[in-house]
């Protein structure tokens, strides 16, 4: 029996002395399990003994989030409207709950759609008819294109001018809160990305491109503001619709490439969360489209070619190397014996491996003018196929392209891979997935994408006369150094788009030769696409010229993928 013996022969229990635990201590002493003296930015108790101090992993996370609830001051679930709501307008409400939700937060939990977002439309009106808005478009084309997934609804969907009522709404809403003394900055970008995911939605993107640059213009004009003052996660859904448009765009610069966090421009040692590992890769991945579009594109496109100023070429191997450090990162982090992760977030961290590797690539290529210099990339195009691959076959992928999502997905991936990499069976096996991603279901620009693919890779392989052709049969002269392809009307049963090629015939330093080719698929459009596109064009021509809701003809990507 445990204790000490008194004179008396009594047994006296030693008892442990009670100290509160505290979990705001770095992480290094919090795995030896001693007693942190918090002294920031690395504590005294590390650096005193020659260690390493990690940082304070989540006293960020927490004090972000006590700040966000003393600013909100909103309960802490958000269910229902409230009774003044009409029946369509609760019906609009609970489908973007319970489906639009987690489509559009796609790998990641996002407290922005599964929190935020429901708290503020019980408070603000611009909000709530901004959600019921794209939980209203969702749900018609849910409904009809999606009748035998087992998900379709019982009863009629919501029609097109239920969906445009509400995004008016919002707008005049948006407006009136712009023109407030005091703005609240939460609610105008919250705002402004759901519109953004409404016109993405319809496959609008030059609208949808002009909320989201409105959001970045009304954040970076708050010059002086408290970050105290916005949520965390509403920077971060924005940066990720900022990386997406300049993924797309390939003249379009980031906007927030350099509103980062500090620690985010040096690279942890360990990963701790996934929520860490998808700020990283974010900011650097901003960062690198900034240094490409400025600085690489014009060696890269140019008319010189051959003088790359040092500080550039020095820049580029920076971030390939940035690259390279954070998907060991990656890989490390999964294999940790003692974590346990969900099957979302096991795919999420495919997700970003992906998207780091892609980073790489494009970074190591940048500022060359030669297509063969993604020819020593082979291994890396290979894993990620491998890696888009696993996720598709564990997880119905091609559900989640309603939208923009918060993560890329697997189109982008895939169409880099089949347009960039020359060997002939890796590039036909991505575009055997890119094909499986292209349902009636799904949206416009990844059937449109598919088929851009697809005759990129029939030119140049066409061109050098063999069946099979591996990237030693397929000289520069004959490569395609950019595809891409614009507009298509909604209105038509037959969609087309025109495909955009470049080629350099006579070498690096020749002249560009351009080639544009029309495609057209009409003869597989399902009936509820050509009604569902159909509604929406003729909800657009009805917009009278004192509405809020501007037309755009144009819609689909330009240029993309330089």
């Not at 609830?69 to 973007?96: C, I, M």
């Not at 008016?168 to 703005?183: P, T, V």
């Not at 319809?202 to 105290?228: C, G, M, W, Y």
Request: proline share 4%.
């Amino acid at each position: 029996m445990p204790g000490k013996l008194t004179q008396d022969g009594e047994r006296r229990i030693a008892l442990r002395r009670y100290a509160p635990k505290t979990r705001t201590g770095c992480v290094t002493c919090k795995i030896r399990r001693v007693k942190c003296d918090e002294n920031k930015p690395n504590c005294d108790r590390c650096t005193s003994t020659g260690r390493k101090c990690d940082g304070y992993a989540h006293s960020e996370v927490a004090a972000a989030t006590d700040s966000t609830q003393l600013v909100l001051g909103t309960p802490q679930y958000a269910l229902t409207l409230d009774n003044s709501s009409d029946s369509l307008e609760r019906k609009s409400f609970q489908f973007f709950r319970t489906w639009t939700v987690p489509c559009v937060s796609g790998y990641f939990q996002d407290p922005l759609w599964d929190r935020l977002l429901l708290q503020l439309s019980q408070s603000d009106g611009a909000i709530k008819h901004a959600v019921m808005a794209l939980g209203a478009l969702h749900e018609q084309r849910h409904t009809r294109l999606a009748k035998d997934d087992g998900l379709a609804l019982s009863v009629v969907p919501l029609g097109t001018d239920f969906a445009m009522a509400q995004y008016a709404k919002a707008l005049h809403g948006l407006q009136s809160l712009l023109q407030s003394e005091k703005m609240p900055l939460d609610v105008v970008i919250a705002c402004c990305l759901v519109l953004t995911h409404f016109e993405a939605m319809r496959e609008s993107f030059v609208p949808a491109i002009v909320h989201l640059e409105n959001a970045i213009s009304i954040l970076q004009s708050k010059t002086a503001f408290d970050a105290r003052n916005i949520d965390p996660s509403l920077v971060r859904a924005l940066m990720c619709m900022d990386i997406q448009g300049a993924t797309y765009l390939n003249s379009r610069i980031p906007g927030l490439s350099m509103y980062t966090a500090a620690s985010d421009s040096v690279l942890p040692t360990t990963l701790h969360d996934v929520q860490q590992a998808r700020d990283l890769v974010n900011a650097w991945t901003s960062r690198m489209y900034h240094f490409i579009r400025i600085d690489a594109d014009n060696q890269k496109f140019g008319e010189r070619l051959g003088d790359v100023p040092l500080e550039v070429f020095a820049r580029s191997q920076q971030l390939t190397q940035i690259f390279a450090s954070l998907d060991q990162l990656l890989t490390d982090y999964m294999h940790k014996p003692t974590l346990r992760l969900s099957t979302k977030e096991q795919h999420g961290l495919g997700v970003l491996r992906v998207r780091v590797k892609f980073n790489k690539i494009l970074s190591a290529c940048s500022v060359y003018a030669e297509c063969t210099m993604y020819d020593a990339y082979q291994d890396d195009f290979d894993d990620m196929l491998s890696i888009c691959t696993y996720i598709m076959s564990s997880d119905e992928a091609e559900k989640r392209l309603i939208s923009v999502s918060l993560d890329e997905g697997l189109v982008h991936p895939l169409f880099f891979v089949a347009t960039h990499c020359r060997d002939h069976h890796i590039r036909h096996r991505a575009l055997t997935a890119l094909r499986r991603l292209t349902r009636p279901r799904t949206i416009w620009h990844a059937e449109a994408m598919y088929r851009t693919a697809q005759l990129c890779i029939e030119m140049e392989e066409n061109l050098c006369g063999k069946t099979s052709p591996s990237y030693d049969d397929i000289p520069e002269w004959q490569r395609i150094h950019s595809s891409g392809f614009e507009g298509w009307q909604l209105s038509k049963v037959e969609p087309n788009v025109t495909a955009h090629f470049r080629f350099r015939p006579n070498g690096p330093d020749g002249e560009w030769m351009s080639v544009t080719k029309r495609i057209e698929w009409g003869a597989e459009v399902p009936d509820g696409v050509a009604e569902l596109y159909a509604d929406i064009e003729r909800n657009n021509a009805l917009q009278g010229s004192g509405s809020s809701i501007v037309t755009f003809k144009w819609c689909g990507f330009h240029k993309m993928f330089a």
